[in-house]
């Protein structure tokens, strides 16, 4: 019942034939943002040129490898407004000859007085995590080369808890 209030910000992708993820469904948050239906669309249409390729990168390790993807974003409407998102994309298990799937989650990190009124249009990538299952971080030489510039390692652990917050060790040295 908790999750009740985020499924409105969670989406569902499919890989489809040549390596192409669509949208099976998106919540109505998603919509609300964007001001389209999603459903039947390639996964890369939100984003920006740019971005394409590593995010087809990253919904590859999704499926393939059952990686999880944590992406920093930031999004912008067509009056050249931006608000900074956070996009986490989850494996799921399938069944063999089913294709393969994720669960994901769009949400705005800020609520600017606009987001809602004036669709987003575009989404930058900012950065890009990779955690495989079991908890590793590291990518192997390949895929890691291929995110270059974009992959920021998992943090250690919190150096500091306070309740249901947490305290991560930060800045260009982390």
């Known amino acids: 019942s908790a999750l009740g209030s985020l499924l409105s910000h969670t989406f569902l992708i499919e890989e489809r034939s040549q390596g192409r993820a669509v949208y099976r469904l998106a919540g109505s948050s ?5 001001s389209r239906e999603l459903r039947g669309q390639d996964w890369l249409t ?15 390790a999704v499926f393939d490898d059952m990686e999880m993807a944590l992406i920093g974003a ?26 393969a799937q ?11 007085y606009w987001l809602g009124a004036q669709p987003l249009v575009e989404i930058a990538v900012r950065r890009v995590e990779l955690v495989r299952p079991g908890g590793e971080s590291p990518l192997g030489a390949a895929t890691q080369d291929s995110f270059a510039g974009h992959f920021m390692p998992a943090l250690e652990g919190p150096i500091r808890r306070l309740r249901h917050l947490a305290l991560y060790l930060g800045g260009r040295g982390a």
């Open 46 to 60: 939100l984003f920006d040129d740019e971005a394409r390729p590593l995010m087809d990168q990253a919904a590859s």
């Open 102 to 112: 994720a669960l994901g989650s769009l949400l705005p990190c800020d609520q600017p």
């Open 74 to 99: 930031e999004a912008r409407t067509t009056r050249f407004r931006q608000v900074p998102l956070e996009i986490l994309l989850l494996p799921l298990a399938t069944r063999p000859g089913e294709p």
């Open 30 to 34: 998603i919509f609300d943002l964007f």
